[in-house]
């Protein structure tokens, strides 16, 4: 029996790498809509894990400069930057991180910035003895944006069908944040309102 790949949403542990590289599932633009018209940034965004571009050209529309960089040239960005072993500072960070690399994105932005940082996780990031006591005990988050309205990821150039089964949020880390973590849902019609 001959073992197929199917090119469809994949949800947390069953996300197959594409030919590019691995974990490579563009942000639909609604999400990082959700994030910018409900938490502010200012200054300059480092947009760190930028593939095609997709979230980096929504964030283009705060006005901010947005700074775009990759491990992989996916044509656009600066290619050949490994955020997690980068030495630069940067104001902020916005980003949808590599799913094997969520971790050591979140440590390296809590080296790394300036301001603020968002990570778009899924929202069982939350979970797990490891985690909290290396960074939710040390460096909470200031909020934890829940989508209310289901994120589908879809390999670039793939059909749209279907519907995700993975809860996802953006985690924001502020460094002017006193008190505890906010958990906060974002609002619902992200998704119709954008389509894509």
């Known amino acids: 029996m001959t ?44 947009e760190c894990a930028c593939g095609d571009g997709a979230m980096s050209e929504v964030l283009a529309s705060t006005g901010n400069t947005v700074i775009s960089s990759d491990l992989y040239d996916r044509g656009y960005g600066e290619a050949g930057i490994d955020f997690t072993n980068a030495h630069q500072k940067a104001t902020n960070v916005i980003t949808n991180p590599p799913f094997h690399s969520s971790e050591d994105f979140v440590r390296s932005a809590l080296e790394r910035t300036e301001r ?9 990031f939350l979970e797990g ?25 879809y390999p670039k150039g793939a059909a749209r069908k279907g519907g ?10 502020d460094n002017e944040h006193l008190g505890p973590t906010e958990l906060k849902w974002l609002p619902v019609g992200y998704k119709s309102r954008f389509k894509t």
């Open 3 to 46: 073992e197929q790949f199917v090119l469809a949403p994949q949800p947390t542990l069953k996300r197959v790498a594409d030919l590019d590289g691995p974990d490579f599932y563009p942000t639909p633009r609604w999400a990082t809509h959700a994030l910018i018209d409900n938490e502010s940034f200012a200054g300059d965004i480092w």
């Open 164 to 173: 995700g089964t993975t809860a996802y949020a953006w985690f924001v880390w």
């Open 116 to 124: 603020k940082f968002a990570l778009l996780l899924r929202l069982a």
């Open 129 to 153: 003895s490891k985690r909290q006591q290396s960074i939710f005990s040390k460096n909470p988050p200031s909020t934890v944006w829940v989508f209310s309205e289901r994120i589908t990821f």
